[in-house]
């Protein structure tokens, strides 16, 4: 029964700054929104009957007088969230141990389920110590579904159930933060007088181009080509092939063709017509680093026209707050929200970086989750495919099983060296991986451009001495220091050029467009790098020396010599050399890569390259692991001992880390698209437009450097009384080289006047 004090009352979700509360938000209004939006989301993974209520439950919490009092203005801290995963748990059984976590993490993000980390554990939570008495009109003004009805995945998989269990919890997550995000949105839009509630979503829809229309676009593109070589007559045939397999159901794919075999557009074209074909939502292509996001993102924009701009998101650095203290979830209420503009991946092209995927795909927080339901029923094209990290290559493997498996995506591995995943060789392993490629093996005998051979050891004298007696001629080494060194001992020559990734990519991209200029010229061009330039760098020399590294990274550098084919073969050669200096060699991660190369090297001698060749590196690559190497964190092995009340979340996010050293990014104004955005900031309500915007002039630096950097005032957070530290920016360009890009070795020397940007 209703108290009669609260007999007829109105609850609230979200306030105004109206006194007579005419404009503030229903609570159940909002509830049911949010269980809408979040059921269709899971919808497309067969998970509206869990998604659905997780959206009713979120917020049931609101229902207390704490709370009513908190809206209204009062300083009253209250934890809303956790009488919704009790609620769950009661109502559902185990089953609603998947919505609990879910509900209860909605703003501070997943929690384990036993042991309590950065945050309370769910078991510790559903005790629900100090909560606030739940008000009965929730009851009054909420209908629950009886039964979330079954498990909406096929059990199976390298993972195991409990693996599968985790994979859909955070899917649940997603679908209810995202949701939750979009109703919050619109409901502050309606009052500013920019839209109507729950149309945020549909109007974002409704503004990108379909996918029909962009393969037209793409269509007219490739129709422009003519096959006037060798070389794109074999492209054409490659392309038209890959096109045709389409109609193949979801799944597992590869699509195994040389370097310069034009994987990039073939790939877009199979995943447009695929997607088209079987209902699929949109195209996301990973990448492995982030020097090349920016890149290929402008590859396709071109190649689809006038639609590319609005078509294609560039998703690979996070401008994101650190997540809350356990006790300070409510920082993430209402407006503090929309100021994080976190990225939900709903346009019909995303280009993110293989970190920011992965990472996700194991996340804990919002910020991270929000976009994984977007990832299912889509087209994942991972590029490079061999670049996965060996130390988490068992749990990534089974992720990308899961996708394919459950969630209605189609995985493509796209590589010239493809990795040996397929099972039973590699246990747990990819099933039915259909080729895409003609004939690979043909491909490889017809695109045979390059010789490659080790040359024994080289010292930086030596390389500056081929860089003199080359006019066209790239070297690339294994890190930035040695790439420094042998510019400097080459820079006076005509066409010396350095690459690294302490230039932002908008310089990157400044510095190569010189390059192909001069290689199409003729002019000496004289090109040092790190492995940056090895995956989609469109360049052609005539010679590439390659420190000595993995055989797939070789196999890279040698897609960068005689691309086109209109040389010699005989006379295009990559040259492998070892390092004189100590300094120079293979850092402690590659060595393993080094050592299996070798050992192929010598075996295959006569055509290091070719698939069978590249087959048996990989495999002597997780021989020299070893099988616990492969899930460096032990994620599997944790979660097979797990229930569902009992998931680690929190734990898989924190141990699922790819790249282990912590990278700060940094704001470059380098001209004055990114010193107009940075200004932008300044004033702006909302971030994420301008995030975007800033993307190409970011440097990612190690802790170490950043703190330096920010020590000295050379590094500066961009409106720090609205955005906090969310951007940073570099505020002396003399930091800032041509040639280097960004350096922080001395930063003690600026002067006190220089200290500023503008």
């Known amino acids: 029964m209703t108290d009669k004090k609260t007999e007829g009352r109105r609850f609230h979700a979200h306030s105004t700054a109206t006194p007579d509360r005419s404009d503030w938000q229903p609570l159940a209004e909002h509830l049911r929104s949010v269980a809408d939006l979040a059921g269709a989301f899971a919808s497309v993974f067969n998970a509206s009957g869990f998604a659905g209520p997780a959206g009713l439950l979120h917020d049931i919490g609101k229902y207390t007088d704490d709370f009513q009092r908190r809206i209204a203005g009062e300083a009253v801290r209250v934890d809303h969230a956790t009488h919704g995963a009790r609620l769950a748990c009661k109502e559902y059984g185990q089953f609603g141990y998947l919505i609990a976590y879910a509900i209860a993490g909605h703003h501070a993000g997943l929690a384990n389920g036993l042991e309590s980390g950065e945050r309370t554990s769910l ?37 195991g159930p409990m693996f599968q269990a985790a994979f859909l919890a955070r899917m649940l997550f997603s679908s209810l933060v995202d949701a939750d995000y979009l109703d919050t949105e619109a409901f502050y839009d309606k009052v500013a007088g920019e839209g109507e509630p729950r149309d945020r979503g549909a109007l974002r829809a409704l503004a990108a181009p379909s996918l029909p229309a962009l393969r037209d676009r793409l269509d007219d593109h490739l129709s422009a080509f003519s096959p006037d070589s060798d070389v794109n007559r074999i492209r054409a045939d490659i392309l038209a092939h890959v096109r045709e397999q389409a109609a193949c159901e979801p799944g597992m794919f590869s699509l195994t063709v040389p370097t310069g075999g034009g994987k990039t557009l073939a790939s877009l074209a199979f995943a447009l017509d695929h997607a088209i074909r079987h209902g699929l939502r949109r195209v996301i292509f990973v990448i492995p680093f982030t020097s090349i996001v920016e890149q290929n993102a402008a590859v396709f924009r071109r190649a689809l026209g006038d639609l590319g701009e609005s078509a294609v998101l560039e998703h690979h650095s996070a401008f994101v707050q650190p997540p809350p203290a356990r006790d300070d979830a409510e920082r993430y209420q209402s407006q503090e929200k929309l100021k994080l503009a976190m990225e939900n991946w709903d346009a019909p092209i995303v280009v993110t970086t293989a970190v920011q995927f992965f990472e996700s795909l194991f996340a804990a927080r919002p910020s991270q989750c929000r976009k994984l339901h977007n990832i299912a029923g889509s087209v994942v094209i991972l590029d490079e495919a061999q670049t996965l990290p060996l130390k988490l290559l068992r749990p990534a493997v089974a992720a990308i099983d899961e996708l394919a498996r459950n969630y209605r995506s189609s995985v493509v591995l796209c590589t010239a060296t493809q990795p040996a995943l397929k099972a039973p060789e590699f246990v747990g392993g990819f099933e039915h991986v259909r080729e895409l490629a003609p004939e690979p093996l043909q491909l490889f005998r017809k695109l045979e451009r390059v010789r490659v051979r080790h040359v024994g050891e080289l010292d930086d004298e030596a390389l500056a001495a081929q860089m003199r007696t080359q006019e066209q001629v790239l070297c690339i080494v294994n890190n930035r220091r040695h790439a420094r060194a042998v510019f400097q001992g080459m820079a006076d020559l005509p066409g010396a050029r350095h690459l690294t990734t302490l230039m932002c990519a908008s310089h990157r991209s400044k510095v190569l467009a010189e390059v192909r200029e001069d290689l199409k010229s003729g002019r000496p061009c004289r090109l040092v790098s ?132 912590v990278q700060m990014p940094v704001i470059v104004p380098y001209d004055d698209t990114a010193r107009d955005a940075l200004e932008a900031l300044r004033h702006a309500d909302k971030s994420g437009g301008i995030a975007r915007r800033l993307q190409p002039y970011l440097v990612q630096l190690p802790r170490q450097g950043f703190e330096a950097l920010r020590k000295s005032g050379a590094v500066q957070p961009v409106a720090p009384e609205r955005w906090g530290e969310q951007f940073m920016a570099l505020t002396v360009m003399d930091l800032y080289s041509k040639d280097f890009g960004l350096s922080w070795d001395d930063p003690a020397f600026l002067k006190a006047e220089s200290l500023c940007w503008g």
């Open 123 to 159: 078991k510790d939570r559903l005790r629900g110590v100090g909560l606030p008495p739940l008000l009965p009109q929730w009851q009054e003004e909420l209908a629950l579904p009886r039964d979330l009805g079954p498990l909406p995945f096929k059990q199976g998989g390298a993972g």
């Open 530 to 661: 790190t492995s940056l330039i090895e995956a989609g760098v469109d360049v052609d020399f005539p010679l590439v020396l390659r420190a000595e590294a993995g055989l797939d990274s070789i196999a890279q550098a040698a897609g960068r010599c005689n691309r086109e084919g209109r040389r010699n073969a005989a006379a295009s050669e990559v040259l492998v050399f070892s390092t004189a200096n100590a300094d120079w060699a293979p850092p402690p991660e590659l060595k393993q890569f080094t050592q299996a190369a070798a050992t192929v090297l010598r075996s295959h001698a006569e055509d290091p390259l070719c698939p069978a060749a590249i087959e048996a590196y990989f495999r002597e690559l997780y021989w020299q692991k070893g099988d616990a190497a492969l899930d460096g964190g032990g994620l599997l092995g944790l979660l097979r001992s797990c229930r569902l009340d009992s998931l680690p979340l929190e734990t898989l996010a924190a141990r699922f880390r790819m790249i282990d050293s």
